[in-house]
């Protein structure tokens, strides 16, 4: 009898299944003059081997739910993706100013070198940039009335 029910409505509704069992073993010791009033499933005792396979089983549909909700999100950051690449589409300028953030970004966070390619330099106009920057440097170490710096 236990056999035949599920793990989950053993657990879940045991006094369902404890009144069928009376039914079941109240039916086959009536002709014996016997009645069964009450039947009691106090303790279940799974195999060893069931044990695994049920710990496999529930370690599979983890595995399974966070496959799903990492495909979601990956769903929404390709629409979010999508949605950006349309507004940099229609907006070269955000595109040149987010190409600059992300430069600028990646150097704040490491504090590293960053090598850029020409392309990249050249499509963003950084080469000016890097120029302008120098003279800045070099004009705040060395004032215009001290040799080397830099004349009106």
């Given at each position: 009898?236990?056999?035949?029910?599920?793990?989950?409505?053993?657990?879940?509704?045991?006094?369902?299944?404890?009144?069928?069992?009376?039914?079941?073993?109240?039916?086959?010791?009536?002709?014996?003059?016997?009645?069964?009033?009450?039947?009691?499933?106090?303790?279940?005792?799974?195999p060893e081997s069931l044990q695994n396979a049920m710990s496999r089983e529930a370690?599979?549909?983890?595995?399974?739910?966070?496959?799903?909700?990492?495909?979601?999100?990956?769903?929404?950051?390709?629409?979010?993706?999508?949605?950006?690449?349309?507004?940099?589409?229609?907006?070269?300028?955000?595109?040149?100013?987010?190409?600059?953030?992300?430069?600028?970004?990646?150097?704040?966070?490491?504090?590293?070198?960053?090598?850029?390619?020409?392309?990249?330099?050249?499509?963003?106009?950084?080469?000016?940039?890097?120029?302008?920057?120098?003279?800045?440097?070099?004009?705040?170490?060395?004032?215009?009335?001290?040799?080397?710096?830099?004349?009106?």
């Amino acid at each position: 009898m236990i056999g035949a029910v599920d793990l989950a409505m053993l657990l879940s509704n045991r006094k369902a299944v404890d009144e069928e069992l009376r039914q079941t073993i109240d039916a086959k010791t009536a002709e014996w003059g016997i009645v069964v009033k009450s039947v009691e499933i106090r303790d279940v005792t799974i195999p060893e081997s069931l044990q695994n396979a049920m710990s496999r089983e529930a370690q599979a549909e983890r595995e399974r739910h966070a496959r799903v909700i990492l495909g979601a999100a990956e769903a929404e950051i390709a629409h979010s993706f999508a949605e950006a690449a349309r507004s940099y589409a229609n907006n070269p300028v955000a595109l040149h100013l987010r190409g600059m953030n992300m430069l600028y970004e990646s150097v704040k966070e490491r504090g590293s070198t960053i090598i850029v390619p020409s392309s990249a330099v050249d499509s963003m106009n950084l080469g000016g940039l890097a120029g302008i920057t120098a003279l800045a440097r070099r004009d705040a170490a060395n004032p215009p009335d001290q040799p080397g710096g830099s004349k009106p």
